[in-house]
């Protein structure tokens, strides 16, 4: 699809934008010859959901602090409400807001919103801007570390205003102070406090709304305050620079530092070269420009979080409601049960060492909280979902050759969360009741259905999920394990290495299903395609029986050993791709809204399902891999904005594009091994922080040609669809030889 830009007049910076000389938008194909990786990220890819949440076109620098996107529902929105200073959390919330008015002002302009024309929007991940229909106002955007700048030009001839207000509960304030200076604080998730200063570029006349009027002052505090700046009616531009700290206001004025004497163009070309500089990283040859947008897209979402929230050596803890020095970055909004299958593996790759300061960051977080993360964002542990997989995260990094973090430390932590933490989903502190008939059994104990639950902590909407959880806490428990050995404690390993089993004890051998248990042993009968309540949460977990049906990782070859074999695990990959709903979809989606991107019973927009397609290379078939691969990415990762088949979740099903787009994917984090797929490209160079490069060569690759025929591994013969950490850190080069129709026998164990 051919893009068209726009151009704003006599505007020199570096993206195509909008001109609107007589109120007039002149349009004007801007297509370069020679594009660079960044030239083929759209950050609308995906921003309408398929059926929860879109992905929102986030301007940042890599892995930082500020973050932004305009508010509005997605992108099928034709108004925005108002524009956030900051993201605070993925998903979770935006601090201090802004927008421009126009004309007398009055209580109801904060609840005016913005109609805007989408062909008139520029989104660069270091870049924003959109042109107000009604207001006639150009609003532009970029960011620092901890510090953004708004542009704003304004029609003249007429009065003008920027309108403040918070988007948080709790006690906030606005101070307008002298030389044009603003500060401010509002209350974050009931008990964090984030801190504003900023200087708006022009002398305007500031007030504030009290009781539904406006006033003059300058100081306003409180709940829900709504502060203003009017300007004169000759005022053509006004720009706010400023900075966030979650740590003191005198902080919030140290890193306003950060762009004090820069100007717009500045801090955006700074960005531009941010995030070229890791887009750089992975060169691509070959491959069609939907393919080329849809990749880079995706690698750019992998460096929406974690976020660096270390300030000038500090940084503010929700684990403890402390602050903290500290000589290395403390990085938080990383959700784990979505970042630990894909994203973290890739981030070892291209960027181990800030993988080292996030692991550390999770030692941190033990330190500070007594309890290892799961989901941990700026408030502290969220603990969504269910797992503790930064165990897995942390034997992962271990194994890979990452040593800058207090790895005995971790592993006091992953200990304690396997032996003293609460399983429950969506909950945070001491087992129950329930973890001991785990400890003691090897299951997770279910309700049967209708049966009265009998445990007060159980969360009310997310239920058990005792199949889910056993499956994942078999994983953890093997990552415990496995480091216990790592690490020569010996007895460790011999107590938890049998606990890596216990997804046996729920697996039924007459339903070839993973079937859950009432707290006595007693199967409990269930429809695995339909029951379990609204996302199978009594149960199994946003996904029904057939998607957890292959959630043992860890365990691969007795996976294979229960179903009677590889022909007979092979047979049952085919039916879960050909298995018929047995209902309609908006039956089944009424029940299941996460288990998007369906293929018969495969939900490729969840994350549970990310590894299943490569499952075929444990086969004797593993063409079908690289025919489901290809198909896949094809059918559900289109270059558009509905590009992402669910809920792309910071990183975690775009880190599956990259990889699964390169050719290689790690079915099993915590072993330092990748197997192979197909790749899109004709040749993919990762440059590698050790200086060394690795490259994959899919000679003749194209849409047709998917099928692996043969393949080297520097030069010698590979006849097994695998390769090691080790290879690929060391600089190998893996060669494949792509043709129209499968090599059944290539790769076959």
């Known amino acids: 699809m051919k893009k068209r830009t726009w151009k704003l007049c006599n505007l020199m910076l570096l993206a ?15 297509l370069p010859a020679g594009k660079q990786n960044i030239d083929f990220i759209d950050p609308t890819i995906g921003n309408v959901g398929q059926l929860l949440e879109p992905t929102r076109p986030t301007v940042q620098l890599p892995n930082q602090l500020i973050r932004f996107t305009p508010q509005r529902k997605d992108y099928m929105d034709d108004q925005i409400s108002d524009f956030p200073l900051n993201v ?13 008015a126009i004309g007398k002002i009055s209580a109801a302009s904060w609840a005016d919103r913005l109609a805007y024309d989408h062909n008139l929007e520029v989104n660069k991940p270091w870049y924003y801007t959109t042109w107000l229909l009604n207001e006639e106002v150009n609003v532009e955007f970029t960011a620092g570390k901890k510090t953004g700048f708004y542009r704003f030009r304004f029609p003249q001839g007429k009065s003008k205003a920027l309108l403040l207000g918070v988007y948080n509960d709790g006690n906030a304030n606005y101070q307008f102070l002298p030389g044009n200076a603003i500060s401010g604080q509002e209350t974050y998730n009931g008990d964090v406090k984030v801190y504003l200063y900023g200087v708006f570029s022009e002398a305007g006349t500031p007030g504030t709304l009290e009781q539904g009027q406006l006033t003059n002052n300058k100081n306003i505090s409180g709940n829900g305050i709504k502060a203003y700046v009017t300007f004169p009616e000759q005022t053509k531009e006004v720009t706010l620079k400023y900075a966030i700290s979650y740590i003191s206001p005198e902080q919030a004025k140290k890193n306003f530092e950060e762009i004090s004497k820069q100007n717009f163009d500045a801090v955006s070309n700074a960005g531009k070269k941010a ?11 070959g491959g069609t420009p939907a393919q080329l947008r849809s990749f880079y897209t995706a690698l750019y979402r992998c460096y929406e979080r974690a976020i660096d929230i270390t300030e000038d050596g500090q940084y503010y803890s929700g684990f403890d409601k402390q602050i903290h020095k500290d000589t290395r970055p403390f990085y938080t909004d990383d959700w784990t049960w979505d970042t630990y299958l894909a994203l973290h593996p890739l981030r070892t790759i291209l960027n181990p060492s800030r993988e080292e300061d996030m692991l550390q960051s999770f030692v941190r977080m033990y330190d500070q909280s007594g309890w290892m993360p799961t989901f941990p964002v700026l408030f502290g542990d ?31 932590g992953m200990r304690k969360n396997a032996t003293e933490a609460t399983m429950l989903p969506w909950r945070n502190g001491p087992k129950t009741s329930l973890e001991d008939i785990y400890y003691t059994k090897g299951y997770f104990p279910a309700l049967r259905p209708g049966e009265k639950e009998t445990e007060p902590l159980v969360h009310s909407f997310e239920k058990r999920q005792a199949v889910a959880v056993t499956l994942g806490a078999a994983y953890d428990d093997w990552a415990l394990a496995e480091l216990a050995g790592d690490l020569n404690k010996k007895t460790d390993q011999q107590l938890f290495a049998p606990r890596a089993k216990n997804y046996k004890n729920l697996w039924n051998a007459d339903k070839q299903f993973f079937l859950p248990k009432d707290s006595k042993g007693d199967w409990i009968d269930i429809n695995v395609k339909y029951d379990g309540g609204l996302g199978g949460r009594e149960f199994y977990d946003e996904n029904n029986g057939w998607t957890y049906l292959w959630q043992v990782q860890q365990d691969i070859p007795g996976l294979i050993g229960l179903m009677g074999g590889k022909q007979s695990f092979e047979n049952r990959l085919d039916q879960l791709f050909r298995e018929s709903l047995d209902m309609s979809r908006y039956q089944f989606w009424s029940k299941f809204p996460d288990a998007t991107g369906l293929v018969g019973q495969y939900s490729m927009g969840n994350e549970p399902s990310f590894h299943i397609p490569y499952l075929y290379n444990y086969t004797g078939a593993p063409w079908k891999t690289q025919q489901r691969i290809r198909f896949l990415l094809d059918t559900w990762f289109k270059d558009n904005i509905f590009g992402i088949p669910g809920d792309e979740d910071g990183g975690g099903m775009s ?61 010698k013969p590979l006849n097994k669809p695998t390769f090691t950490h080790q290879q690929l850190v ?20």
């Open 16 to 30: 195509p934008f909008a001109c609107f000389a007589s109120g007039k938008a002149i349009v004007k194909d801007s």
């Open 88 to 100: 605070v959390s993925h998903r979770l919330g935006q601090v201090f807001s802004i927008k421009p």
């Open 275 to 285: 995030w070229n500089d890791v887009m750089s990283q992975i060169q691509v040859k």
């Open 382 to 412: 969220h603990a969504c979902m269910n797992g503790f997989h930064s165990s897995v995260v942390l034997l992962d990094g271990y194994r890979k050759g990452l040593r800058n973090f207090d790895v005995e430390k971790a592993y006091e």
């Open 655 to 715: 880190a599956f594009v990259v990889f699964s787009s390169m050719g290689f994917y790690p079915v099993t984090p915590g072993l330092p091994e990748y197997t192979i797929g197909s790749p899109v490209f004709e040749k993919v160079s990762i440059a590698l922080p050790n200086k060394k490069q690795f490259t994959v060569v899919a000679h003749n690759s194209s849409s047709v040609n998917k099928y692996i025929q043969q393949a080297k591994f520097n030069g």
């Open 730 to 749: 060391d600089g190998g080069t893996l060669e494949l030889f792509m043709g129209p129709k499968p090599n059944k026998s290539w790769g076959v164990e």
